[in-house]
C-alpha cells in the first residue's frame, strides 16, 4: 500500500489481508497518524501470529517455547502477548495437553526416568502442579520394567567388571537417566538377580591378568600388594582376591 505524506511524496508498506479488510483499506482513503499507527501495531500482531503459527504446525509446543520463538525474530512484548492470548483462546496452545503428550512420547520412545523428563518441561517453562499430574501417566510398574531393562543392556556391556562395582555402576546410570531411588534399588536388584554366581571367578582372571600386566616391572615383593590393592578398589572380595593370587607362580609370572 503507498500513503501520500503531505509533503515528500509517497511510501508503502504491506498489510495482510485481514487488515485490509478490517480496516477497509481502498485507494484515496485518508488516515491520521491515530490510525496509521494502529494499523501498524495490528499489522505487527497478524504477522507475528502467522509466524506462530508456522512455528506450531511442526509440532506442539509450550507456551514458552513460542514467545521465546517470537522474541528471537524480533517481536515487541505487547505483540507477543496479543499473539499468546489468541492462540489460547483458539487452542492452539495448551501447556497441560503439551505436557501430557510430551511425557506420552518420552515414555514411548526414549529411555529417560522420570527426573530428567521433569526436567525437561521445568525448561519448557510448564507449570509444576502441571507437570506433577502429567508425570503420573508413568506409572511405576513402567518406570522398574525400563529400569531392568536398561541394567540388563549395561550387563552385558560390563562383563568384565566385579559384580560390586557392576551394581555400583547401574545405580550411578539410572540416577543419570532420571530414576528415582525406590526404582534404582529395586531394578538392580532384579537385574542382578540373573548374575551368574560364577562371575566374580572369571572376571577376576580378566582384572587379575591386567593387574599382573600393569605391575610386572616392580619387583615381586611388592607386586603382590599392588595386585591386591588393584583388584580390591576393583571391587572384588579378599576371599576371591586370595585364591586368585594363590593360584598363581607371582615370581615366575610375565
Same mark, same amino acid.
Given at each position: #500500500?503507498?500513503?501520500?505524506?503531505?509533503?515528500?511524496?509517497?511510501?508503502?508498506?504491506?498489510?495482510?489481508?485481514?487488515?485490509?479488510?478490517? @480496516?477497509?483499506?481502498?485507494?484515496?482513503?485518508?488516515?491520521?497518524?491515530?490510525? %496509521? +499507527?494502529?494499523? /501498524?501495531?495490528?499489522? *505487527?500482531?497478524?504477522?507475528?501470529?502467522?509466524?506462530?503459527?508456522? @512455528?506450531?504446525?511442526?509440532? #506442539?509446543?509450550?507456551?514458552?517455547?513460542?514467545?521465546?520463538?517470537?522474541?528471537?525474530?524480533? @517481536?515487541?512484548?505487547?505483540?507477543?502477548? !496479543?499473539?499468546?492470548? $489468541?492462540?489460547?483462546?483458539?487452542?492452539?496452545?495448551?501447556?497441560?495437553?503439551? +505436557?501430557?503428550?510430551?511425557?506420552?512420547? =518420552?515414555? &514411548?520412545?526414549?529411555?529417560?526416568?522420570? &527426573?530428567?523428563?521433569?526436567?525437561?518441561?521445568?525448561?519448557?517453562?510448564?507449570?509444576?502442579?502441571?507437570?506433577?499430574?502429567?508425570? +503420573? %501417566? /508413568?506409572? &511405576?510398574?513402567?518406570?522398574?520394567?525400563?529400569?531392568?531393562?536398561?541394567?540388563?543392556?549395561?550387563?552385558?556391556?560390563?562383563?568384565?567388571?566385579?559384580?560390586?562395582?557392576?551394581?555400583?555402576? %547401574?545405580?550411578?546410570?539410572?540416577?543419570?537417566?532420571?530414576?528415582?531411588?525406590?526404582?534404582?534399588?529395586?531394578?538392580?536388584? %532384579?537385574?542382578?538377580? &540373573?548374575?551368574?554366581?560364577?562371575?566374580?571367578?572369571?572376571?577376576?582372571?580378566?582384572?587379575? *591378568?591386567? +593387574?599382573?600386566?600393569?605391575?610386572?616391572?616392580?619387583?615381586?615383593?611388592?607386586?603382590?600388594?599392588?595386585?591386591?590393592? /588393584?583388584? @580390591? $578398589?576393583?571391587?572384588? =572380595?579378599?576371599?576371591?582376591? !586370595?585364591?586368585?593370587?594363590?593360584?598363581?607362580?607371582?615370581?615366575?609370572?610375565?
Amino acid at each position: #500500500m503507498f500513503f501520500d505524506d503531505g509533503k515528500d511524496g509517497q511510501y508503502a508498506f504491506s498489510v495482510s489481508e485481514d487488515i485490509l479488510i478490517k @480496516y477497509d483499506l481502498r485507494k484515496g482513503k485518508e488516515l491520521d497518524e491515530q490510525q %496509521l +499507527a494502529e494499523i /501498524f501495531y495490528n499489522e *505487527e500482531i497478524q504477522k507475528a501470529y502467522i509466524q506462530a503459527v508456522h @512455528y506450531l504446525s511442526f509440532r #506442539m509446543r509450550s507456551i514458552k517455547e513460542v514467545k521465546e520463538h517470537l522474541q528471537e525474530k524480533g @517481536y515487541e512484548e505487547n505483540v507477543i502477548q !496479543e499473539v499468546i492470548g $489468541r492462540l489460547l483462546n483458539q487452542k492452539y496452545l495448551d501447556d497441560r495437553e503439551f +505436557a501430557l503428550a510430551f511425557v506420552k512420547t =518420552q515414555i &514411548n520412545t526414549s529411555d529417560k526416568g522420570p &527426573n530428567v523428563i521433569k526436567e525437561g518441561l521445568r525448561k519448557k517453562g510448564i507449570h509444576p502442579s502441571i507437570i506433577d499430574e502429567s508425570l +503420573a %501417566l /508413568f506409572t &511405576n510398574e513402567e518406570k522398574l520394567e525400563k529400569a531392568v531393562k536398561l541394567c540388563e543392556k549395561q550387563i552385558l556391556k560390563n562383563k568384565t567388571v566385579s559384580t560390586k562395582q557392576l551394581s555400583s555402576h %547401574l545405580r550411578i546410570f539410572l540416577v543419570r537417566k532420571g530414576f528415582e531411588q525406590v526404582t534404582i534399588q529395586k531394578a538392580v536388584s %532384579l537385574a542382578l538377580e &540373573n548374575v551368574p554366581d560364577h562371575r566374580d571367578e572369571e572376571t577376576i582372571q580378566i582384572q587379575g *591378568e591386567k +593387574a599382573l600386566k600393569k605391575y610386572r616391572l616392580v619387583p615381586p615383593e611388592k607386586r603382590i600388594m599392588k595386585v591386591k590393592q /588393584f583388584l @580390591y $578398589r576393583k571391587g572384588f =572380595q579378599l576371599a576371591d582376591i !586370595e585364591k586368585f593370587l594363590d593360584g598363581i607362580d607371582i615370581n615366575n609370572h610375565e
